[in-house]
């Protein structure tokens, strides 16, 4: 016979199948109203491409296809600016025309010279806004900063700062500086003080305030505080949220470079358009080779600032 519950237990059974039958409700209308968005949105789409949208779906990955080489070869020639047999005087096949040489003889591949400066703007654009962004979240948070007069600014400011994506931030900079590195390490950093000091002056409002308490009731001063009192603590956080941001930027520093922000990534922009297989498909090897290079150092670095025990799952 099944045991007959009590009243107080029958009673939270109750409840408990109550709030059950409401998640079941909310999960059928949300998977509901996704189904009619999408719905919604193929349905625009089409429209929008005069009907053909469903007719050329099949073609999706035409693409990909036009651009697998005729010799796999060719991808390593076209990394390091090596000579190709197929070689019929068109772009298509010039890869030593891209080399930089440091002697008549050593040179630097194109692609990697070009990744080398993409590194440099992402690197040269977190440092910035960290710094930037660093000092702006002790104005921000509240713990730090209980004048609103100041807190209130340093807020908006850092939202105005990560309102606008970087490619938009980049046009407007290319749109009267040259086009090449500098529009986009305004851009990169102008977004990462931003979005760090956001992030930063979070971790300072969850710092503990005994060592502040402490160093107010010696008479220590604001940038006595910030310097001893909270530095240490937030220094860890401030430092995996830089390495975040550095992985996070390469991306960007891409992407901008395919808008006029040099860098490889107007390379690759160049070398889709023109059909080149074997050059976009080194490029693309050499992008994912890299942000899994900067998110392996990014951890291994991470550990050795937050220490390896931080990392072990706790029972």
């Keep these: 016979m099944p045991t007959r519950l009590s009243d107080r237990a029958a009673l939270i059974e109750r409840h408990w199948q109550a709030q059950a039958r409401?998640?079941?409700?909310?999960?059928?209308?949300?998977?509901?109203?996704l189904i009619v968005t999408v719905a919604l949105s193929l349905?625009?789409?089409?429209?929008?491409?005069?009907?053909?949208?469903?007719?050329?779906?099949?073609?999706?990955?035409d693409f990909t296809g036009d651009l697998v080489p005729r010799d796999w070869l060719e991808v390593g020639r076209a990394m390091f600016d090596l000579p190709s047999p197929y070689d019929d005087g068109s772009?298509?096949?010039n890869y030593p025309e891209g080399r930089t040489y440091l002697t008549p003889v050593l040179y630097i591949p194109?692609?990697?010279?070009?990744?080398?400066?993409?590194?440099n703007i992402a690197l040269l654009s977190t440092v910035l806004g960290t710094l930037v962004g660093s000092v702006l979240s002790f104005f921000a948070a509240r713990n730090m900063m209980p004048n609103r007069l100041v807190?209130?600014?340093?807020?908006?400011?850092m939202e105005i700062l990560r309102a606008f994506?970087?490619?938009?931030?980049?046009?407007?900079?290319?749109?009267?500086?040259?086009?090449?590195?500098?529009?986009?390490?305004?851009?990169?950093?102008?977004?990462?003080?931003?979005?760090?000091?956001?992030?930063?002056?979070?971790?300072?409002e969850n710092a503990d305030m005994k060592p502040d308490e402490g160093l107010k009731a010696v008479g220590g001063n604001w940038i006595e505080r910030v310097r001893f009192a909270m530095l240490p603590q937030v220094l860890p956080n401030f430092a995996s949220y830089f390495l975040l941001r550095l992985e996070i930027n390469v991306r960007a520093s891409t992407i901008i470079g395919a808008v006029g922000g040099g860098g490889i990534g107007e390379l690759l922009r160049l070398s889709i358009s023109q059909n080149h297989g074997a050059k976009t498909i080194a490029i693309v090897i050499l992008l994912f080779g890299t942000i899994v290079t900067v998110d392996q150092f990014s951890?291994?670095?991470?550990?050795?600032?937050?220490?390896?025990d931080a990392f072990l799952a706790t029972t």
Aim: with cysteine; charged share 15%.
């Design 110 to 119: 194109e692609y990697i010279d070009q990744m080398a400066i993409t590194l």
């Design 43 to 61: 349905c625009f789409a089409n429209e929008a491409n005069a009907g053909k949208f469903f007719d050329r779906l099949p073609h999706f990955l």
């Design 165 to 204: 994506p970087d490619v938009v931030v980049a046009g407007f900079f290319l749109s009267f500086l040259t086009v090449g590195p500098i529009p986009a390490i305004a851009a990169v950093s102008i977004h990462s003080i931003g979005a760090l000091g956001k992030l930063f002056f979070e971790v300072v």
């Design 22 to 33: 409401v998640r079941r409700l909310y999960t059928i209308l949300g998977i509901g109203g």
């Design 91 to 93: 772009l298509k096949y």
């Design 151 to 157: 807190r209130w600014p340093a807020r908006r400011f």
């Design 299 to 308: 951890a291994w670095l991470r550990r050795s600032l937050v220490g390896s």
